[in-house]
């Protein structure tokens, strides 16, 4: 008798709601944080009955509860090549490529997602995973020390290991199978508070860099963050501190506009942990550690390589006119300077999607298909669309921004000071290490579009026609 597999949609959301379990057990301000994001998102459903209806129309408005994304830093290739596989259980696999370097945070990363439309309606879960970049700490006797350190650790269980193999080998879990590895996987996430080095190490490695003592010192890759999405991230920054959290000073990202675009994201400082170093058998030799923080997000439509480009450009002329100093200095003139020159990103749908800067779902109209039923419509997007037989809706950014990403880094690391360094990407190393290439987000959007626009089409008795598309 054939096995019955669960879908690995299943997976990843119990996956996902274990995770959350034990985010909110070990940082109590992550349920905090989670409460505020439902009671806004709330209000602003109620408030916004356009939105409201444009989240559904596009499947996407039970997804919003559950959404969340996380981020863990792995040490070595090795760890980086099972996670791939151990994602590629839940239905994620690796898209984009990020080089932190050029922040100063001596990572490279990628995220693992859901990648079709209908896997990510029904949870859309990522996993922002970074491989720290041993080459780049100069000093090469801790460097070595550090190598040794990493090769010792096993970060995942053995029966995770099997139940991925298992996985691999059968095409599938069974349910029996599926509960026991999101348990096990569930391991490699979970916090530590006994350090595996001691003391002195620890000093040593954190001196080089904060972020690579976080990554050696502990026995996992503990899950730092757990984020989840806000359709008001204005509200939630400005309601923070009534719930006894303090955010970042500035939010990363494009400015509060009508059409949300891209990703805004903001962070708050979580915890300081008390640490037991290796060696410390009589608990003498404690220390803190701060490695987790929470966070929040807002997202919006995915751009084209043409608005994307717009928006890098945009975004580097107010980063070198503002730079946000330690403490939060100048926020409030990097906010005003972001806003004034993101006047030039059009801030309509119809503009975006007739200038190609974004990507849209198109979709027949009822009164598209009633028309179609009654004769042969016009082989012509723009002409159907004029006439209201053809939707169109924004597709959601499912991705992340490096230069956001980096200041969520710096932030947790002890600053908000922004600093912009040149890049030394390495990007066939890091896919060397995962085993595959990494997927390209924009070919990902694109198809989508246009698979879309097809479906559409055959919907108004027009399929088979060639078609120009937008992007
Ligand atoms: C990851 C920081 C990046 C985001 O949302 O851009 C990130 C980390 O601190 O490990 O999560
Ligand atoms: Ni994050």
Not at 29 to 57: F, H, K, M, S, W
């Amino acid at each position: 008798m054939p096995q019955a597999f669960v879908s690995t949609d299943r997976i990843r959301s119990l996956f996902t709601e274990a995770m959350s379990q034990m985010y909110r057990a070990e940082v109590p301000q992550y349920g905090t944080l989670i409460e505020l994001v439902a009671d806004v998102n709330a209000g602003c459903l109620e408030n916004d009955p356009d939105l409201r209806q444009r989240l559904a129309q596009a499947g996407e408005l039970e997804r919003i509860d559950v959404e969340r994304h996380g981020a863990i830093r792995l040490g070595t290739a090795e760890e980086l090549f099972t996670i791939r596989r151990l994602f590629a259980v839940m239905g994620m696999q690796p898209v984009g490529y990020y080089d932190l370097s050029v922040a100063g945070v001596p990572v490279h990363s990628t995220s693992f997602r859901p990648i079709d439309e209908a896997a990510l309606n029904v949870n859309p879960f990522r996993v922002f995973t970074s491989l720290l970049r041993l080459e780049l700490i100069e000093d090469e006797k801790l460097r070595g020390e550090a190598e040794t350190i990493l090769a010792q650790r096993r970060i995942y269980t053995p029966r995770a290991v099997a139940l991925i193999e298992r996985h691999e080998r059968n095409g599938g879990l069974t349910e029996a199978e599926a509960t026991e590895f999101v348990a096990e996987a569930l391991e490699t996430f979970r916090w530590h508070g006994e350090a595996t080095v001691s003391a002195e190490t620890y000093k040593r490695l954190h001196d080089a860099h904060r972020l690579i003592a976080d990554v050696v010192s502990f026995k996992g890759p503990h899950i730092n963050h757990l984020t989840p999405r806000t359709l008001d991230i204005d509200a939630v920054q400005a309601r923070m501190p009534e719930r006894g959290i303090t955010p970042k000073a500035v939010i990363e990202g494009p400015p509060r506009r009508n059409c949300d675009i891209l990703l805004r994201q903001t962070s708050f400082k979580a915890l300081e942990e008390t640490i037991a170093f290796s060696g410390d058998d009589d608990g003498a030799v404690r220390g803190t550690h701060t490695a987790r923080f929470g966070e929040i997000e807002q997202r919006g439509a995915a751009l084209t390589a043409k608005g994307r480009a717009l928006y890098d450009r945009l975004l580097a002329s107010v980063r070198g006119e503002v730079q946000v100093g330690a403490g939060g200095a100048k926020a409030g003139a990097y906010d005003q300077e972001l806003a004034e020159r993101f006047k030039a990103l059009p801030d309509s749908w119809d503009e975006l999607r007739g200038q190609g800067l974004a990507f849209f779902r198109y979709s027949a109209t009822p009164a598209g298909i009633a028309a179609a039923a009654g004769g042969t419509l016009p082989n012509d997007p723009e002409a159907l669309i004029a006439k209201g037989y053809l939707a169109f809706a924004p597709i959601v950014y499912e991705d992340f921004l490096p230069v956001s990403a980096a200041g969520i880094f710096q932030s947790n690391l002890g600053t908000d000071q922004q600093q912009n360094y040149a890049t030394r990407s390495n990007r066939d190393a890091f896919e060397a290490a995962l085993g595959a290439t990494v997927q390209d987000e924009l070919a990902l959007y694109a198809e989508r579009q246009a698979a879309s626009l097809d479906a559409a089409m055959e919907a108004l008795g027009l399929a088979g026609l060639l078609l120009k598309t937008v992007a």
